[in-house]
């Protein structure tokens, strides 16, 4: 296990615009605001939703793809810094008109119908993205 002592920092409330990307918005604001290591979370709707689910064994991303409006009904997912710029990490559960849901890892491409964020930025710990062997992935 791996901890950092961390400090509140801004917090930052918003609204996504109808039609825009989920993924790319949020990071365009924190790349605006030198936001580089933060909390966030979404409520809303979505028009399109595109996620990812780890294949472990393979240490691939299986990307799917729903072109059906969901509601947002469950996100959670952080800031940090990947290649120099804010990365957004956050997972995602999308419901449909029967309440079916789906869900996985979020992709940039799901278009917001409305989209509510709050953003609370951490200070005192530096959150880098650097490849890990074990898992494949790009982690802190
Ligand atoms: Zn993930």
């Given at each position: 296990m791996r901890f950092w002592e961390a400090t509140a920092g801004r917090a930052f409330v918003g609204r996504l615009d109808t039609g825009s990307d989920l993924v790319q918005e949020i990071e365009r604001f924190c790349a605006e605001h030198g936001i580089v290591a933060a909390q966030v979370t979404v409520i809303g709707a979505v028009r399109h939703a595109r996620f990812a689910y780890y294949e472990q064994d393979d240490h691939r991303y299986r990307e799917l793809d729903s072109a059906t409006h969901h509601e947002i009904v469950g996100f959670t997912g952080n800031i940090s810094l990947r290649d120099d710029r804010p990365f957004l990490h956050a997972h995602a559960t999308f419901a449909d008109a029967d309440g079916a849901t789906v869900g996985g890892h979020l992709l940039p491409g799901?278009?917001?119908?409305a989209g509510e964020v709050m953003i609370r930025e951490i200070g005192g710990a530096s959150l880098v993205r650097r490849p890990d062997e074990a898992t494949g992935l790009a982690l802190w």
């Open positions: 799901c278009e917001i119908f």
